[in-house]
């Protein structure tokens, strides 16, 4: 991982010193971390930092990109932001969209203690006080709609088990294109710039990566429902009247 001194992030980031500061006053950019007497910055504020410069040169406010940061930082979606309140009564604010109590979990999702740890280990629901944060509100929603339709909870949440699983699998075959090549015993033999060249090369696996799966991801997916609804079809074309067969009645 990456590390910089201010005036290194400033110097990749393009950003000037002062204002990184600004930045991190008014809450845009976390602080850095703090070893000895030296602040140290990583990666995730320079992907900051450049997410904030672009929404600047857009024309939004300190004020805008601070509602749109904080709504991506709760799971929440630029809509969620437009449109104000949610529909959920107890959805107000950023904080209380990302809560739910114990009781509504159970109300709404059936839930119990077996599927709030499972959501706990997978990061859907963190501890907050006497309910939960949760992480992604609107998985939530579309969990409570599965549930709704006759969807067991758990059975949802063992899948994205396995296919956390599966992913952890895809991600390593993609980063192990650049590690299996590149990093070995020799790169004791390079210099700080062939390293850099390295780990940019590391980063560059993330987008590509990304798209990757989700375009081959969204077409099995099409494929699947597809084939689902024409067999959800066919049983129902099998069950009209055109389609039963005559009775002895009707025959004479």
Do not use: C
């Amino acid at each position: 991982m990456a590390e910089y001194r201010i005036n290194d992030l400033a110097q990749v980031s393009g950003v000037s010193v002062r204002n990184i500061r600004v930045y991190q006053d008014r809450g845009l950019l976390p602080p850095p971390v703090i070893k000895g007497r030296t602040g140290w910055y990583y990666d995730q504020h320079l992907i900051r930092l450049n997410l904030i410069s672009r929404m600047l040169e857009r024309g939004y406010t300190f004020a805008t990109i601070g509602e749109l940061l904080a709504a991506a930082h709760h799971g929440m979606t630029v809509e969620h932001v437009l449109r104000g309140p949610t529909r959920r009564k107890r959805l107000r604010s950023f904080k209380q969209a990302a809560t739910i109590t114990l009781a509504e979990l159970r109300k709404s999702l059936g839930a119990d203690d077996r599927t709030i740890a499972l959501s706990e280990k997978l990061g859907l629901l963190v501890k907050d006080g006497a309910g939960f944060a949760v992480t992604n509100p609107e998985l939530l929603d579309g969990a409570e709609a599965l549930v709704k339709g006759g969807v067991d909870i758990d059975v949802l949440l063992d899948r994205w088990v396995r296919v956390q699983g599966d992913l952890e699998d895809v991600a390593h075959s993609f980063v192990s294109i650049i590690t299996e090549r590149f990093v070995d015993e020799t790169l004791l033999g390079l210099d700080d710039v062939e390293v850099g060249r390295i780990a940019e090369l590391i980063r560059r696996v993330r987008p590509l990566a990304h798209e990757i799966v989700d375009s081959t991801f969204t077409s099995a997916l099409d494929r699947e429902i597809s084939q689902a609804l024409a067999a959800v079809t066919k049983v129902l074309e099998a069950q009209t009247p055109d389609n039963q067969p005559e009775n002895d009645a009707e025959k004479d």
